[in-house]
């Protein structure tokens, strides 16, 4: 799957899951009608009505309201667009739980703790895999796990394309209270692999999202 097609699908996903209901509640539209319907009472309020051959008393006047429902048809329990992409959100909804919450965490923007556990503990796993083997030590593997969330933010926003801050090595080394020859030497290959988990996450996810896509159309 190319760049391009990547892009189209990552825009996909947050359409997918964007908020379409109308934000116009009915308090709102009253103070839209008020100008138009105000009518002032008269100072001589008519308080007995004949109803049937009888009089009747009123306690209190009569209060004229109008439709508030735009061109007096009713608003549609789902929005037309949210409702075209709801095969989209079923394909997300199938995936793994890691490809599922970088989905919803990077492209739709849910603030979750579930997510973040799920995100970590997969590139957790999967750095672990990667480094079995490699001489590191415990205190250098410690101080890179501490880091793995604010790797995924990062890679998070600059996925979705959104204004990102850039951490450099100087940075990065001094959040874990080292210098900056230490981090060059012990962790920035490790950080990089790090990095290209995520990246290898991301492009799983898109692809699986689509042929997830693709199955429950042939349904």
């Known amino acids: 799957m190319t760049e391009h097609e990547l892009g189209y699908f990552r825009k996909v996903a947050q359409y997918a899951f964007r908020d379409w209901t109308v934000n116009t509640g009915q308090l709102e539209a009253f103070t839209c009608k008020s100008a138009m319907e105000t009518k002032r009472y008269p100072r ?15 306690i ?19 929005h037309p667009f949210s409702y075209s992409d709801c095969v989209w959100r079923r394909a997300v909804r199938r995936l793994d739980d890691h490809q599922r919450s970088w989905i919803l965490y990077c492209y739709c923007h ?17 750095f672990e895999y990667q480094i079995a083997g490699m001489k590191i030590t415990k205190k250098v593997k410690e101080r890179l796990k501490s880091l793995i969330w604010l790797h995924v933010q990062q ?20 959040l874990i209270h ?6 060059n030497e012990n962790y920035n290959k490790f950080w990089l692999r790090m990095i290209s988990i995520c990246k290898v996450m ?4 898109l692809c699986e999202m689509y042929k997830n896509r693709i199955k429950l159309a042939e349904k």
């Open 110 to 126: 849910e603030m979750n703790i579930d997510h973040q556990i799920n995100i970590c503990a997969h590139i957790l796993n999967e």
């Open 155 to 174: 890679s998070a926003e600059s996925a979705a394309g959104l204004a990102t801050q850039r951490y450099c090595q100087s940075d990065l080394a001094r």
């Open 202 to 205: 991301d492009r799983e996810a």
């Open 178 to 183: 080292v210098k900056r020859n230490t981090w």
């Open 44 to 58: 001589v309020r008519k308080r007995e009505v004949k109803l049937a051959g009888r009089s009747v008393s009123r």
């Open 60 to 78: 209190t006047d009569p209060v004229k309201v109008t439709e508030t429902r735009r061109s007096g048809r009713e608003i549609p329990l789902i």
